[in-house]
């Protein structure tokens, strides 16, 4: 990371020119233009549908009559396989075993943390309940290099891909351990070494951010031939899917063929906004078609299915000239939409209940496990047990430990820390040493010291 | 037959160069056009680019506008490095203002090429892009339609280096170009100049090159070297009246630093894009009103992070101070200067910081030549500094 250069001399740089790339993509040909209307032509040719046929018949198309699009399901909701023609098992007993202790993990973190937070222990939580089996699930079908780009309720991807409870922990508790330097609210996760950007909490930002990573992803193929293939992965939930940033990123990364998955999660609800108020067309599904995206529907609870769906459409991503794919994955908000919220204040207790009771990822797997002979009660109990220990534990730990030096409020902001914030930065030290007794910067690493420079 | 020839010569000499929307009154005598031919501000000579950039006789020069020099900027960029993609509305056939000429052409159109019409996703696509390893130039249009984008750049380009922390991911190779400023008739959606929003973001780079040659060497830093993300504004009006000799050859300009174009010791003169060639005009009538006038004129380029010191060093010595902006007055990015002015050097002042800058009102079409500042309004002002 070298400095920007000191003024008064602009250096000029002589180059050794490497070898450039200059092929054409041909899947962004620039407009040519065409005979103009052939007579007794039964299609359009104006360039904006070339594919249209003429009709004298005048139709107004009623999306509300057509079918809505399938929702693929390999395993019901009793655990058994419906779809044979797939083997579900397409991974060993004990990596399916992996996968539904992760999520199980992630279902007792959720509880401990959500309590923690009304014990006043922790400020903020997201559960993700009901939604395991989408992110669990999904992230079982990724490679390590891909990009992940995630909205808030994926905390299966990041435990699935490597994150581990005490890299939760230091999130959660802004600790000095935190990847992220305490700079963010909890459940803001983000690894380097799980190539999981940093969530933030606006929505759908990340949308087109990963559009633009597949792309990079793709260029870094055609200067390097030799880079694995590799795709970004964009998870979301059905309501930031109205943002004008998911627009802009399927369309993007459709015309510009970018080996990008989108991941909607669908699970009927927007903070107290029902899907019915959110949108009027089938769903998510049915907007990728407008965009020319291939699309799948898929049962969210049904893990086998999920996973599926990932496999193929990573596969589909990064074939020929690439492209992206848009899953759309349903399920149901077991959850609030976060600490902040009560959702009995707008639906009914006991839909929650027969959801929670009725079909979730984690029984769904279970079922089909202790059908197989691969898990029962005693399994059950055991796993639970340890999982709760060793969260326990963490929590402990990361409650315990200091917070980070105070010098991480001020770097970073830039590459470089800059003459203002470090006049900045001195003129809080100073501040905190002539009133000594208003602050207590014992939480922080290094105390006051983490102000020296 | 004399008088006959002498009559149609001196119509065919009569020049056509004045248009009726944007004419001077003829009565003026400050507030004469700019003269782009003659300014100082930019190097019209050989030897004046040599003298600027320290350049030996050997050096390559061309002699360029100012799109010309920025399409020679990323045409440096991209063939020294593959990392760097060029995309945005148009800007594969050459770019509304002819920017990106050619490099579609040579660097393919995987490369270079032309997004959806969509600048929240341009800039979005770009961030990705940045975070994944490449250095993308993201065109916006016109600053004006920056503002479905303002999102992606304040809530995440600017925080995305300060909330990865530790895991060192980062969109540092993102540059975002957007031509801004008033260009005699682009109302209120062709002439704005939104420097000061971006100035009050913590996170992201917002700079101003004044000419072709500046345009050059800070836009080959910015994609190049800075691995901060860059707001990089390019001054529409400047685009073809700005022609000088610029380094043929890829060169680095500093991205926080000012410029202090010509030295004085009783007024300083601080200023950024087009206003600086006015800035230059209104002291050339100025000192040659006031003997043994000398007036110290800055170009500040970058507009934050912003270089104090120089600023400072310079009111220090001379004790009056006068910013000029386009955009309008109320916290623009003269409230800043005049705030810091007075914290660093108020007891050197010898009279308040002037502000010249437009009125806090839209930029209205018909209006235009009272509302940007023009010679006159910033002559004034140093006058009165000068004389307070």
Redesign the interface.
Known sequence: ??P????????????V??V??????SS???YQPSVSQRDHSDSVNFPGALNSKFTSTMVFQNPAEKAAMSTYRIMDADGNIVDNTRDPQNAPDQVITTWYRNMLTVSILDIIMFDAQRQGRTSFYMVSAGEEGIAVGTASALEPED?C?LQYREQGVCLQRGMTVKDFMAQLFANKD????G??MPV?Y????HKI??I?S?LA?Q???????????K??R??DPNVKPSI?VCYFGEGAASE??F???L??AA??NCPVVFVCRNNGFAISTASIEQYKGDGIASRGLGYGIDTIRVDGNDIFAVREAMIQARKMALAGNCKPVLIEAMSYRVSHHSTSDDSFAYRAKREVEEWKRRDNPITRLRKWMEKKGLWNEDKEKEARASIRKQILQEFSAAEKMKKPALR?MFE????EM???LKAQMKELKRLIETYPKEYDVSPHEDGIKGLNQ | MRTTNLRLSSLLLQKTTSRSYASQATTARINRKVDYEKTPVLYKTEKAARTAYGLGSESSLEWQNYTQAVCSAMHHAMKVDDNVVLFGEDVAFGGVFRCSKGLADEFGTARVFNTPLTEQGIAGFGIGCAAAGMKPIAEIQFADYVFPAFDQIVNEAAKFRYREGATGQHCGGLVLRMPCGSVGHGALYHSQSPEALFAHVPGVRVVMPRSPSQAKGMLISSILQCNDPVIFMEPKTLYRAAEEFVPRDGFNLPLDKAEVLKEGKDLTVISYGQPLYLCSEATQTLEKEMKGLSVELIDLRAIYPWDRETVLKSVNKTGRAVVVHESMLNAGVGAEMAASIQEGAFLRLEAPVARVAGWDVHAGLIFEKYNVPDIVRIYDAMKRTLNY
């Open positions: 990371m070298r920007v250069p000191t003024p008064a001399s602009a250096t000029v740089t002589q180059h020119y490497p450039r790339f200059k092929s054409t993509d962004s040909p620039s990009l780009f935190d990847s992220g330097r700079r963010n803001h983000g690894s380097g070494k950007f940093t933030s606006p930002t949308i087109p951010q990963a559009s633009g990573a597949a792309y990079a992803l260029m870094k055609m200067i970004s004008g940033d627009h802009a990123a369309n993007i015309t510009k991480y970073d902001v830039y590459e800059t003459p203002d």
